[in-house]
Each structure stands twice: as structure tokens, then as C-alpha cells.
């Protein structure tokens, strides 16, 4: 059976910076790698632009939930390599559990039970 190519979904505010936490939390990365996961991981459906992921990183940065440096890749070229650090793991907890309540509720609503009697 041939598949249908994934339909993009657009990002809802707030998500592009739990999917960078969440990113990193298996270990640091670049920029590019970064975005590269999140599609991967997404089968195709989210795709972070340059133009949205660089700002996230700064701006992860400045509250100090990440941190920057410069390193090699696997190409042998300097990039700027993201750490996800102790008060990003502790957001990304919060954030986490946010997001998980957030679904459920979604799901009640979008998928409700039909009470007895009905």
C-alpha cells in the first residue's frame, strides 16, 4: 500500500521550545542536527525553519535553560554545539507535564465517552 506523503503541521506557540529541550536531553547538538531530529522524529509532519529555530535557541539561552559553545562536527567544521542544562531539565519536567494534561484534555473533548444511559 503506497503511503501518502505527510501533511506538514504548523507548530502551536510555545512548542518549538519543549521540542528543543526535549532534543537535547539526549545530548548536545547543533543547530541543524537539531531541527533534523525533530522532523525525523515527527515522521515528517513538523519542520523547523531557520528563521524560528535560531531565535528559540537565543532566546533558551538568555533564560539559561541551555547553554552554547563552539565545537567541532562530524565534518570536521567549528558549530556552535547546544548543552540542555540543570534548569532547562527542570523545565522541560514542567513543561512536559503541562503539555501531557494539555493532550489529555484535548482528548476527553476531541474523543468523549459516551455516558451510559444514552
Not at 18 to 26: S, V
Not at 43 to 69: C, M, N
Amino acid at each position: 500500500m503506497i503511503q501518502k506523503p505527510a501533511t506538514r503541521v504548523e507548530f502551536l506557540q510555545g512548542t518549538l521550545d519543549l521540542l528543543i529541550l526535549r532534543t537535547l536531553l539526549a545530548g548536545a547538538s547543533h543547530g541543524h542536527a537539531i531541527a533534523k531530529h525533530i522532523q525525523r522524529t515527527s515522521e515528517d509532519l513538523l519542520q523547523v525553519e531557520t528563521g524560528s529555530l535560531y531565535p528559540a535557541l537565543h532566546r533558551l539561552e538568555a533564560k539559561g535553560w541551555i547553554s552554547a559553545s563552539w565545537e567541532l562536527s562530524d565534518k570536521g567544521k567549528r558549530a556552535k554545539c547546544y548543552h540542555l542544562t540543570a534548569l532547562g531539565r527542570k523545565k522541560l519536567v514542567t513543561e512536559q507535564s503541562k503539555w501531557k494534561a494539555f493532550a489529555r484534555a484535548m482528548g476527553l473533548i476531541l474523543n468523549p465517552v459516551i455516558e451510559e444511559g444514552q
